[in-house]
């Protein structure tokens, strides 16, 4: 090609892409078009459509590839495509761009901590916690407790589920995880105390009542791990948990 016209056309692609960037209806639709087609995408991607997910996702890029919500939705299809490089790309490049956001260091730490990255996901659990956006820091407190237990830092995670506790006094999940890991270490009387006084306090849940039975059970006390696995089979009659109860010797019926 004469190195004349190539310039002429190198010059016209620039100036469209000046204009392109120098307007601002244009730059409006294009971000439109982007969130559109991410909302798309994530509604493919929640229903198990990943092609279609990604067709939109793909979309959403193009029109709008500085959008950090798009880099997002990226990362969790590829991830659900078991595509890991590209996954953790995509949150890199959503981080790059924002990266202050709470909800985006939150996810990016799940990835970490489910692909066995489990320092690197407690640090952006714990900037997720300490970050005052956060609507939910206890939620990050837990997930990096639950991310250290599965490093066996035991230690470290009782910490973080106390903190979770702390800012969440009726958060069952965390108390279930500090408990279990009690009565798993042989600190029965710990997790015994943990169990009543929150059940005493706050609403049960199935995974409390039947530790609480197995904690009761191993300590030897009959009457309160009948007692519990009573409440546990007419709170929660079709449960797992209730039907469980027969491996303890207790009826679920």
Known sequence: ??????AALLGTVSALALYGCANPQLVRQRHRAAVFNTELGIAYLQRGQLALAKRKLDDAEREDPGNADVQIARALLFERLLEPKRADRAFRR?????PRNPDYQNDYAVYLCGNGRYAAGV????AAARNPLYLTPADAFN????????E??????IKMFRSALAINPGFAHA?????DLNFKQGRL???HAELVQFLSAHRATANLLLLAVRVMHAQGDALDAVLYARRLQLDFPDSPQAHALAALGLSSG
Not at 152 to 157: E, I, P, S, V
Not at 175 to 179: G, I, K, S, V
């Open 152 to 157: 066996r830092h035991d230690a470290q995670a």
């Open 189 to 191: 009387q710990q997790a």
């Open 94 to 98: 959503a981080l790059a761009i924002s």
């Open 123 to 126: 640090r952006y659990f714990l």
């Open 143 to 150: 997930n990096a407790g639950v991310c250290l237990r599965a």
């Open 1 to 6: 090609m004469n190195a004349l016209v190539r």
């Open 175 to 179: 108390l279930w995880e500090l408990a």
